[in-house]
């Protein structure tokens, strides 16, 4: 079984920064992309940003030039530092990873979600 736990959401006022991150764990699996989702209630999990193993980045519009995701292939470690906040990007933060295991193919795997808030 492989589990994704993420930490560093919480409360901050607008303009402030928080960083994520999000470490998978578990045994014989290898990951390709990782990235971060968000929701808010009643609306669909939309796409923050991604990082394949390449090193390559997507950004949501909203997100582009405030939002950099990196990731430490070493520690199977994704971070994504989110600066110059808004209250409109106050939302539950889900890690997400597609892994490789027994041979098949990618799988798409979710962390538990950290809230967001972030305060006017």
């Known amino acids: 079984q492989v589990h994704l736990v993420e930490s560093g959401g919480g409360l901050v006022q607008a303009g402030g920064s928080l960083r994520l991150s999000c470490t998978a764990s578990g045994t014989d699996f290898r990951i390709s992309s990782m990235g971060w989702y968000r929701q808010t209630p009643g609306k669909q999990r939309d796409s923050v940003a991604l990082?394949?193993?390449?090193?390559?980045?997507d950004y949501a519009d909203s997100a582009r030039g405030r939002f950099t995701i990196s990731r430490d292939n070493v520690q199977n470690t994704v971070y994504l530092q989110m600066n110059s906040l808004k209250p409109e990007d106050t939302a539950v933060y889900y890690c997400?990873?597609?892994?490789?295991?027994?041979?098949?193919?990618?799988?798409?795997?979710w962390g538990q979600g950290t809230q967001v808030t972030v305060s006017s």
């Open positions: 997400y990873a597609g892994i490789y295991r027994d041979g098949g193919p990618a799988r798409a795997y």
């Open positions: 990082i394949r193993t390449s090193g390559r980045t």
